[in-house]
């Protein structure tokens, strides 16, 4: 683990997943098996809590409520980052808070707009969380590359577990 503060964590990893516009959010079925789903990002500053909209009537919705434990992953690949949060997911009531996330783009998936009596808020509070990053200009490859050559091993950017 880094002795990072919680600040700085929540202000670098902030950094890294800001306009990253989809996260896999990653839960346990009922027989066990985890689970990824492709969700939208909210446009809101990452303070701990990650907020995402879902349909009430849906499995992800369910194994959520049965098994609150997540995981949630960020990926830039052409910079050189990737973020793996872990938290526990919590089912949200709060119709300012819709107010705040809602886009029409979500009409799609709620006909009915921010009325449609499926909508589920989702929030994410983050215990931990790990991540990479790279130059994003190959220097993972010229890294990977130097450790096969050389037989040692390849440190193609920073790695850091912190607890938030």
């Known amino acids: 683990m880094s002795d990072i503060t919680r600040e700085d964590a929540l202000k670098k990893i902030g950094a890294m997943i800001k306009d990253v516009k989809f996260a896999m959010l990653t839960v346990q079925s009922d027989n066990g098996h985890l689970k990824a789903h492709p969700m939208t990002t909210q446009e809101v500053e990452f303070d701990g809590d990650l907020w995402f909209l879902g349909g009430k009537d849906t499995e992800q919705v369910r194994n959520m409520a049965a098994r609150p434990q997540v995981n949630v992953s960020y990926s830039k690949p052409d910079k050189g980052i990737y973020v793996s949060l872990q938290g526990t997911a919590t089912l949200v009531e709060d119709r300012a808070k819709l107010d705040e996330l809602w886009n ?23 215990h931990g969380a790990e991540y990479w990053e790279s130059d994003g200009k190959g220097g993972g490859l010229l890294a990977l590359a130097k450790g096969l050559l050389t037989g040692t091993q390849a440190k ?3 790695n850091e577990r912190v607890s938030l």
């Open 104 to 126: 029409d783009m979500y009409k799609a998936y709620f006909p009915e707009g921010k009325d449609d009596p499926n909508i589920q808020l989702i929030r994410i509070d983050a």
């Open 156 to 158: 193609p950017g920073e």
